[in-house]
Structures are given as C-alpha cells and as structure tokens.
C-alpha cells in the first residue's frame, strides 16, 4: 500500500520526499507511520522500475531536494493497480482507505463500480471478530461489554460504508 499511496500522491502533482511523507503519514499514520528508512527505499524501487523520476532542485534555506515525479508508465501503473486490486486490498479496512483515496485517478466509472462492487460483496458476507464454531456472533450474544462494543462500532461502520457504497455505485451507474 505504500507504492500505491507513493503513486497515488505524485499523480496529483510532484513532490519531493519529505512533503510525500508528510501526505502519506497524514492518510496512514494513525495505522502506522512511515518512516524514512521504510519510504526512501520503495521511492527507489519505483524510481528503478521507471515509474517515477527524480530531479534535483535548490533548497530554499539548505542542501538541494529532490523532486519526484511520476512518469508516464507511472500513471499506467496506478490505474493498474486501483482498477485490479489484490483481495487484501478489498477486505482489510487501512488497505481499502488508501484505494479508495486515490480510485478517483481511476476515471472510467465501471472500472470505479467494478472495485466498489468488490468491497459490497465482502461487507454483504456474514462475518464478527467472533465466533461459535463457524458461526459468527453478534454483539447481543456476548456479555463481554467490551467484545460486544467492538461488534456495536463496526456494525455502524459497515452500515455506513454499505450506505455510501449503494449511493455512489447508483451514480456511478446512473
């Protein structure tokens, strides 16, 4: 997901590494910060694979920055990846944030529905953080006030979600 956030943020417009952080901490940091030991080597894998370039510029106060920029075969790859994305993408919520922050760039509107349909589908599936067996339970057959607070929060979550996702795949449709 950072590659996809990496592209997604340098669709928009270039920057240099330390303003990328800065966005991509701002979309994912609550779940797990990036650090510069971890953001610096995937901007050169990316930067390797050709799917973005770099250009130096002088600093305003200090040494020069380096600029990224995403190259043509970038924005294929972005659009790629947000119209075919893996199935953990779909089912794991901080995944499924960073797609859906950038589907927009994906601009045909059933290849957007096709993705949406995708999560619907997974959040129409019977499923708790807790089962009987195989069966799921819900938040009144637990007497954990804490496990069935869990189940209270995601269930408005996913009522939420499943709302948005009817409304937009409608105007997307319509």
Do not use: C
Request: hydrophobic share 40%.
């Amino acid at each position: 997901m950072l590659e996809l956030a990496i592209l997604g943020f340098l669709y928009d417009t270039p920057l240099h590494g330390y303003e990328l952080r800065k966005r991509i901490t701002a979309l994912t940091g609550h779940v797990k910060p990036i650090a510069e030991s971890t953001l610096y080597p995937a901007i050169k894998r990316l930067e390797k694979a050709g799917l973005l370039e770099r250009a130096t510029e002088p600093g305003s106060v200090a040494a020069p920055r380096h600029v990224l920029t995403l190259t043509k075969d970038g924005r294929h790859e972005l659009r790629r990846r947000l119209a075919e994305p893996a199935q953990r993408d779909i089912t794991d919520e901080n995944r499924w944030f960073t797609l859906l922050a950038f589907l927009r760039h994906l601009e045909d509107a059933p290849a957007q529905a096709a993705v949406l349909r995708r999560r619907l589908a997974f959040l129409e599936e019977p499923a708790s953080f807790f089962y009987e067996g195989d069966r799921p339970l819900s938040a009144e057959e637990l007497d954990d006030p804490f496990r069935r607070g869990i189940l209270t929060i995601a269930r408005a979550t996913s009522r939420a979600e499943l709302s948005w996702l009817r409304d937009t795949l409608a105007s997307l449709d319509g």
